[in-house]
């Protein structure tokens, strides 16, 4: 494969919003579309899927609380395609252009929930990944204390996750501007809305078509473009953290 050949990747891409996100990419990005799954055998079923609609992905096996399996799949991209342009829903391989981390609008209620205090911190322009690392961790310390609410956090542990995600998307961001400004990387978090998934359940507002269209707008901007850069989005549009 050249390394000239451009490359997108989409991380939990066998279902759901992920797919549709892979089958967008497969239409729209110019370069390949790398579909990917802890389950080889689900991911190969879904690369199957959109081979049967004319579409060519490609599969690689990840499991991204898998050190080694990030790492596999790191060079892999290196050795293939000398790096990657797109990144859909993880962090941590190298050469990125466009990210995409897939956050969700209950973190912005959880955030308004959580004290005076720990909104602060969550809304710093400083804070650090290590101490955003301790405040998670100290939520989850709080709570089977049974002291969470004392401590000030909200109610939701899929809130306070959905915040560490947005809050690392702002780090991650920050960090790139300080040290790869050149690059010209963009990083954003998004909420994709109440899509119709095996979590939300079949009530919810949106297909996984519709939920696919903010990630994918952020991972196509335009080579020039130079922001969005470490916000959060929502229906394609910048929201006030």
């Given at each position: 494969m050249s390394s000239a050949t451009r490359v997108a990747l989409v991380t939990g891409a066998n279902k759901g919003i992920g797919f549709a996100i892979a089958r967008d990419l497969c239409r729209q990005f110019s370069g390949d579309a790398v579909l990917t799954a802890r389950d080889e055998a689900r991911g190969r079923a879904a690369v199957q899927q959109l081979q049967a609609e004319g579409l060519s992905p490609r599969f690689h096996l990840l499991d991204i609380n898998d050190l080694q399996s990030i790492r596999a799949v790191r060079d892999f991209l290196r050795k293939e395609y000398g790096g990657l342009d797109v990144l859909v829903n993880n962090a941590g391989i190298a050469f990125k252009s466009r990210v995409v981390n897939v956050s969700s609008v209950v973190s912005l209620r959880a955030l308004k929930k959580c004290s005076p205090e720990l909104q602060q911190k969550?809304?710093?322009?400083?804070?650090?990944e290590e101490e955003l690392v301790g405040l998670m961790n100290k939520f989850v310390e709080d709570t089977k204390k049974g002291v969470h609410r004392k401590?000030?956090?909200?109610?939701?542990?899929?809130g306070v996750t959905k915040i560490g995600v947005t809050v690392?998307?702002?780090?991650?961001?920050r960090n790139l501007s300080e040290q790869r400004r050149s690059d010209k990387i963009l990083l954003n978090a998004c909420?994709?809305?109440w899509v119709r998934t095996d979590m939300a359940g079949p009530k919810a507002s949106k297909s996984p078509e519709e939920g696919a269209e903010t990630p994918v707008y952020l991972a196509l901007l335009p080579s020039d473009a130079d922001r969005p850069h470490g916000e959060f989005v929502m229906e394609k549009k910048v929201e006030q953290w």
């Open positions: 969550f809304r710093s322009e400083a804070i650090t401590e000030g956090w909200p109610d939701t542990a899929y690392l998307s702002r780090i991650h961001a909420c994709p809305g």
